[in-house]
């Protein structure tokens, strides 16, 4: 990058942490630290469920998911209008009567003590695990600028994003995230314009769209049927959307700490519930805007000479090899066939038809040579560079200043929502295990024992964000980063969502049911999950959220209806 773009890039960042230090000023209690002293407006609660959805994983991956897969990925947040109605009408309301901290203390209230601090557990494991993939994706643009070693870089960036959180709490998250959205937003239109306006004078958007769908990459609606029937294996189809997503976005929204602490800093339930509706309006068109960005890039590269390869360190890698003479061969090869795709292009106005046939086959050679080129690098796990071309686009074509903007982007993307993932993972362990399983203390604290809750939160806070940094420094080729994270929170949120669905609407359900009811139902979607990674069965992600939900709920009406006929007794609610 430029001195321009460091200067762009230093001043943006400094700006941001300041002005959410600056913001952050509360009581030194848990409720200031964790939940703002709830005084939050509805736009505030609407920008940092946002933020905190919205990762540098997004807006790192998601352009490079449509180029390479098309933008059917859009169709994986049908469900989520839905599921903001549901929590609107059953969570909001309910959780902000309790006035709890966490969602999980209204289950102890609901069922008992175990089965909060199952769920809770559930809750930490998946979360802490998915922050520290979060953590890896800004780090993926350090090395890739400074040619630093990974190792280090997520360090240096875990570091960052550790003082940043302690320092502030909730108040800082939901402020910052305001700014830093305004600045993301502004920032992707730019992007996207620029994709355009690089193209050859004469081609504009319209004819962009028709390249990007010759080349299969405005599927946006699929419906996973083929002459075969369904296709589980069919990872985003209409179907998996609405059901599936559904489902994953009614547990992550309704039962995920790091989202229910968004809305539970809101003034009162009408805060909280225009902010959810609000996010259930506005993010499948912002999703569906970052994955066009990736479309347009497809397009882009069709006129320009593509990189064979996006990771450009791995690249030099394999260049200062003893495979050197084969990668060089098959770049040589993949030029030539980029220069067809121009020289087709040129009767794009021409013939259209002839045109996109030509650029099909042409493209199909294309992607023949990059899997050939791929197999050369040595570790399977360096050979996915979907992550890298949207960056690759950024550093190679837009102008200095620009550059380090966009970057600054990724940057603050991931901090407000890796924040906002520290700071209820700090909650959910304070309130839900040291608070819970400490000596009883006595309802109204003294200013003095208040402080100490508050400083003891900031070390919790402090732990979850070394316990992250170093599960980034094993994320290391999971391929697309927005699929793990979403395949990692499938693995849990159905279970999680169904003892939820037990509390909320079997209200003859007892504790021991679900109890036993959540543990087998973790164990079948594991089971499920691994039999279809080894190629036993095949089924997509999304349907694990189904199925855990699912078993969880009728498992709990079998073992209850299974106790109450042998005369068992159960525990209906809690202390």
């Not at 609407?46 to 919205?54: F, K, N, P, Y």
């Not at 990974?150 to 910052?176: D, E, R």
């Amino acid at each position: 990058m430029s001195k321009l773009d460091w200067i762009v890039l230093s001043f943006t960042l400094v700006a941001i942490i300041t002005y959410g230090l600056y913001k952050s000023r509360t009581s030194k209690d848990l409720d200031g630290y964790f939940l703002s002293n709830r005084s939050m407006p509805w736009y505030l609660v609407l920008l940092s469920i946002m933020g905190t959805q919205a990762s540098a994983i997004t807006f790192l991956s998601a352009p490079g998911q449509a180029f390479t897969d098309g933008m059917r990925f859009v169709q994986y947040y049908f469900g989520l209008p839905i599921a903001m109605v549901i929590l609107c009408i059953t969570f909001v309301p309910l959780f902000n009567k309790l006035k709890v901290f966490t969602a999980y203390e209204f289950l102890e209230q609901r069922f008992d003590v175990k089965t909060r601090t199952f769920t809770s557990s559930l809750f930490l494991l998946s979360r802490g695990l998915s922050t520290g993939i979060s953590i890896y994706a800004p780090s993926i643009i350090l090395s890739s600028l400074l040619g630093w070693d990974i190792f280090w870089t997520n360090i240096v960036m875990g570091g960052l994003l550790i003082i940043y959180t302690v320092s502030g709490g909730a108040k800082a998250v939901a402020y910052t995230q305001q700014l830093q959205l305004v600045i993301i937003f502004i920032g992707m239109f730019i992007a996207g314009y620029m994709v355009v306006h690089l193209l050859p004078e004469g081609f504009g958007f319209k004819d962009a769209l028709k390249v990007s769908g010759a080349g299969g990459k405005m599927n946006i609606i699929t419906t996973g049927f083929t002459k075969e029937g369904f296709d589980w294996k069919d990872r985003y189809n209409i179907i998996s959307g609405v059901i599936g997503g559904f489902f994953l976005a009614l547990s992550y929204f309704g039962t995920d700490q790091s989202q229910v602490g968004r809305y539970l800093t809101a003034k009162d339930n009408t805060e909280s519930r225009v902010g959810l509706l609000m996010n259930g309006l506005v993010k499948v068109p912002m999703q569906f805007f970052i994955l066009l960005i990736g479309a347009l890039l497809f397009t882009f590269y069709q006129f320009k000479q593509q990189p064979i390869f996006f990771n450009n360190a791995q690249q030099e890698k394999l260049l200062a090899g003893d495979k050197k003479d084969s990668a060089l061969l098959l770049q040589n090869q993949f030029a030539l066939v980029n220069t067809e795709k121009q020289k087709a292009l040129q009767l794009f106005k021409v013939d259209e038809t002839k045109a996109k046939q030509d650029l099909k086959q042409l493209n199909q050679q294309s992607d023949a040579l990059r899997n050939s080129y791929k197999s050369l690098i040595g570790s399977k796990d360096d050979r996915n560079d979907t992550n890298y071309i949207f960056l690759r686009f950024v550093v190679d074509y837009l102008p200095k200043g620009l550059v380090g903007l966009l970057i600054a982007i990724i940057f603050l993307a991931a901090w407000g929502s890796i924040a906002a993932a520290l700071n209820s993972l700090a909650s959910c362990t304070m309130i839900d295990f040291h608070k819970r399983f400490s000596i009883k203390q006595k309802e109204q604290l003294s200013p003095q024992q208040c402080e100490k809750e508050y400083r003891t939160s900031k070390l919790y806070t402090l732990a979850w964000g070394v316990f992250s940094v170093v599960v980034a420094e094993f994320a290391t080729g999971m391929g697309s980063l927005i699929e793990a994270v979403n395949v990692l929170g499938s693995l849990f949120y159905g279970v999680i969502l169904g003892i939820f669905l037990v509390g909320f609407y079997l209200k003859k359900v007892g504790s021991n049911a679900v109890f036993i009811a959540a543990i087998i139902g973790e164990l079948i979607v594991i089971t499920i999950f691994i039999l279809d990674k080894i190629g036993v069965i095949g089924l997509g992600f999304l349907w694990l959220n189904v199925i855990g939900a699912v078993v969880v709920v009728l498992l709990s009406l079998m073992i209850q209806a299974g106790k109450k006929l042998i005369g068992y007794p159960d525990k209906l609610s809690g202390s």
